[in-house]
């Protein structure tokens, strides 16, 4: 109900096996996001659950925890660069 007061570029990683939330939750903000020109990126990686992009042993799938960590630097590269401060 509030994604159209969204005044930021948002990126939604989300696990397939995931419930909380779930896919279908997530593709219904993406869906929403558009519908209000809000800026934003979604990627929902097969075969991982919640926390996958911290996940160990078992659960832990490296070429998914690196895919979507370089999304989120880059995205906040993009989106969250500080100009730098001068001395005074």
């Known amino acids: ?10 990126i939604i990683l989300d696990g397939e096996e995931d419930q ?13 996001l558009q519908r209000h020109g809000v800026l934003h990126e979604t990627h929902i990686y097969p075969g ?8 160990r042993g078992d659960r832990a799938n490296s070429q998914v925890q690196e895919d979507a960590w370089s999304r989120l630097m880059g995205w906040f590269n993009k989106y969250l660069v500080a100009e730098p401060v001068a001395a005074r």
Do not use: Q, Y
């Open 1 to 10: 109900d509030m994604t159209a007061n969204i005044r930021c570029p948002i």
């Open 20 to 32: 909380h939330p779930s896919p279908d939750e997530v593709r219904k903000l993406d869906a929403e």
């Open 48 to 55: 991982v659950g919640h926390a996958f992009m911290s996940a």
